[in-house]
């Protein structure tokens, strides 16, 4: 499984990103992985570290991934606000909770 790197040059370039508005409606886990589908990775890295959920870096290790994803500091556009990590976030903790994907029905997608 591959989990998405970061370069030292790459978070220089990070300084002074532009950020989109909040969007009105909240984007679903599939919108976030139709633009980022590294994302993909990190969900089944959630759900596969389910069994290690006492070990407290297990958590640490997809959190740091997300933020280089989703957030502030994301390297595409559209991802770069509070919300989308926050719907990122939430999902991610439900897949490493429960060790499984949530069930989104084919037309919430």
């Given at each position: 499984?591959?989990?998405?790197?970061?370069?030292?040059?790459?978070?220089?370039?990070?300084?002074?990103?532009?950020?989109?508005?909040?969007?009105?409606?909240?984007?679903?886990?599939?919108?976030?992985?139709?633009?980022?589908?590294?994302?993909?990775?990190?969900?089944?890295?959630?759900?596969?570290?389910?069994?290690?959920?006492?070990?407290?870096?297990?958590?640490?290790?997809?959190?740091?991934?997300?933020?280089?994803?989703?957030?502030?500091?994301?390297?595409?556009?559209?991802?770069?606000?509070?919300?989308?990590y926050d719907v990122a976030y939430d999902y991610l903790l439900f897949c490493f909770d429960t060790g499984k994907r949530?069930?989104?029905?084919?037309?919430?997608?």
């Amino acid at each position: 499984m591959n989990i998405p790197m970061i370069t030292s040059s790459e978070l220089a370039a990070t300084e002074g990103l532009e950020h989109p508005p909040e969007p009105k409606t909240p984007p679903l886990w599939p919108d976030l992985v139709a633009v980022e589908p590294c994302l993909n990775n990190l969900e089944c890295l959630a759900i596969g570290l389910h069994r290690k959920r006492e070990d407290i870096y297990a958590w640490g290790v997809i959190k740091l991934a997300l933020s280089l994803l989703v957030g502030w500091e994301a390297r595409k556009y559209q991802l770069r606000t509070a919300t989308a990590y926050d719907v990122a976030y939430d999902y991610l903790l439900f897949c490493f909770d429960t060790g499984k994907r949530y069930p989104f029905q084919q037309d919430e997608a």
